[in-house]
């Protein structure tokens, strides 16, 4: 039950942040919309409604996110603060779990005492929290519901002597579009009660002067279903009870609505009734309603607010009603649609030039023909495309290209559902503009099958190495995947796993710790930390530790040796030998951030 909680309240995370992003937009449209009608304002609550509810699978080049480089990364930074590696974790534990050991016994039940302690860890420690936070958060939303719930009846029980009103003046009756009218002694003010029969409650012994235009009001709440969208208002006010910026939106949601129809009804009497209006306002808020957020009330909101803005209020141009309207539909396409990730446009260019180059020189080891260089630049740039859109989790595009084999593998993987979903949050490749460290690397390809490593990325920070495999296949002068594996080399056990994540080393790599800000962050955690990692279970400030952590090598001595060369203050020469495949690799440690800073790897001999 908490693992399901925690993968809820992960997501809840992510829709949270999106959320906020759009709630800011709106509060800064509606600041520019500050002189105009309110009905305006109230329209763009619409928006953030929509967003909190749908998740619309459009992106554009005007979209708010736009405006947010990394956006995705850092959302799935955040998501990751609690959860840590958890999943890279579980994975790597169960690729251990299922490998076949060919060293004997012991190091088999070295190797599974080793993936059961991390599995046991993970479900123990960030998958907890979450989970707890979960079940928090889904406590408080059931006391929202029982609130709302409970004002309701209370209004019920109020409102249960009351009568239909028999001597409301002509004009009133005339207004009121067959909605019923009662008149009850025991509220303090109008409001409208139910959504399918929606009545109108006023006091007894209203004056008849302000019968028409209090009628008109409530009526225009009906009209517009205002009862409906307050009601679906506080239910998402509910479930993001926590975000303070959703409580600033419903505050002003609910003053746009009321000001809106007061306006309507300045608009439909003439300004002659400015002041008696401006007087009701006053006489009702007085008096506010105690269940405010179960009906609608006419005496709800900033009643100095709602006099202000009615006694304000002037029908604007045809012409500025016309610029209005298109910064409505501005503000509506920019925030309800997703930013197109510059990892699968504007880089494209500078991408795919590293990128082919450096396969250019591990596919035309021999001479080949025009034709057949043809072929295979055009399959990298398939291989790209697919990297590309692996790294934005674009679904679309992985399904284009993959055929329903592949599809199906990447499904086992874990990776493809069937309601259309591609990837995780977090960990996940990521592309860092400021430190120019690409998603992913392009290791080998020709015109059959190209390899692909990723670099996920959890908030600790940490890093890891996904390799893919795939096979591909030309119909109809397209590339189509035709099979797809991907291999997590989290718990690195053997030399052969060590070369598949490390071809060439770590440089021009995000596994580079000095070059791709991560190592900064580590070495200030571990300065307040005792030197350890963010999970305390790595001490960086010792270079055989910090090997295995930032390498990702299994920390199991029986199949990973460790030995230390050469040593001085600064920089270490460690000798890394693994058991099961009889391979020695030697790694340079250094201390860019001095004597007490941490260890980072400097070079892959």
């Not at 956006?71 to 690729?95: C, I, W, Y």
């Not at 029982?146 to 249960?160: D, P, T």
């Amino acid at each position: 039950m908490l693992n399901d909680l925690s993968q809820i309240f992960l997501t809840f995370l992510y829709k949270n942040m999106t959320v906020s992003v759009v709630i800011i937009a709106v509060l800064l449209a509606r600041f520019l919309l500050r002189k105009m009608p309110k009905k305006y304002s109230y329209i763009l609550w619409s928006i953030v409604g929509i967003r909190m509810i749908f998740d619309l699978p459009f992106a554009t080049n005007i979209s708010v996110f736009n405006l947010f480089r990394g956006f995705a990364k850092h959302t799935s930074t955040v998501e990751t603060m609690l959860a840590g590696s958890h999943r890279t974790n579980l994975q790597g534990a169960t690729d251990l779990l299922n490998k076949t050991d060919t060293t004997g016994a012991a190091a088999a039940h070295a190797s599974r005492s080793t993936a059961v302690e991390a599995m046991t860890h993970t479900l123990t420690t960030s998958q907890t929290v979450l989970g707890i936070l979960g079940l928090l958060w889904l406590i408080v939303v059931a006391l929202f519901v029982a609130y709302g719930i409970y004002s309701y009846v209370k209004c019920r029980l109020l409102v249960r002597t009351a009568v239909i009103a028999r001597d409301i003046t002509p004009d009133s009756r005339k207004k009121k579009n067959n909605v019923s009218v009662w008149e009850c002694d025991r509220i303090p003010s109008p409001f409208v009660l139910g959504i399918i029969r929606s009545r109108i409650y006023i006091p007894f012994r209203m004056p008849k002067q302000e019968q028409a235009y209090i009628l008109a009001h409530e009526e225009c709440h009906i009209r517009r279903l205002d009862p409906l969208w307050k009601l679906i208002a506080f239910l998402l006010l509910a479930v993001y009870w926590w975000n303070p910026l959703v409580w600033i939106a419903f505050f002003y949601m609910v003053r746009d609505m009321e000001m809106s129809c007061d306006e309507a009804v300045i608009e439909q009497f003439g300004n002659e009734i400015k002041q008696g209006y401006s007087n009701s306002l006053l006489s009702f808020a007085m008096e506010r309603h105690p269940y405010s957020f179960a009906p609608v009330a006419f005496g709800e909101g900033d009643a100095g607010r709602r006099i202000k803005n009615v006694l304000n209020f002037k029908k604007p141009h045809t012409w500025v009603a016309i610029l209005v309207f298109v910064l409505l539909v501005v503000v509506g396409v920019s925030c309800l649609t997703n930013g197109k990730d510059k990892i699968s446009s504007e880089t494209v260019s500078d991408t795919e030039n590293s990128q082919m180059q450096q396969t250019a020189v591990e596919t035309t080891e021999a001479p080949m023909s025009s034709d057949n260089s043809s072929t295979v630049q055009e399959s990298l740039q398939s291989v790209d495309k697919w990297a590309q859109a692996f790294a934005a989790r674009d679904v679309r595009t992985i399904q284009d290209m993959a055929t329903d084999d592949a599809k199906n593998e990447l499904k086992e993987e874990n990776l493809l559902d069937d309601n259309g979903n591609f990837g995780w949050s977090s960990p996940w490749p990521w592309f860092d503009e400021e430190s120019g460290m690409p998603a992913y690397q392009i290791t080998q390809s020709d015109d059959t099958s190209a390899t692909i490593l990723y670099y996920a990325q959890v908030s600790d920070p940490h890093v890891t190495v996904w390799k893919e495999t795939l096979q591909y296949t030309r119909k109809d002068d397209k590339i189509e995947i035709a099979h797809e594996e991907l291999q997590m080399l989290n718990f690195i056990a053997s030399g052969s796993e060590f070369e598949n994540a490390y071809p060439k080393g770590i440089q021009n790599t995000p596994m580079d710790y000095q070059a791709n800000g991560l190592g900064e962050t580590l070495n200030e955690h571990a300065i307040s930390a005792n030197g350890m990692n963010p999970d305390g279970e790595y001490n960086l400030t010792d270079p055989m530790e910090a090997a295995q952590y930032l390498l990702n090598l299994l920390r199991n001595d029986d199949k990973v040796e460790i030995t230390a060369d050469k040593k001085d203050k600064t920089q270490v020469e460690l000798k890394v030998h693994f058991t099961e495949d009889d391979i020695t690799h030697h790694i340079t440690m250094i201390r860019p951030w001095g004597e007490d800073g941490i260890w980072v790897v400097g070079e892959i001999l």
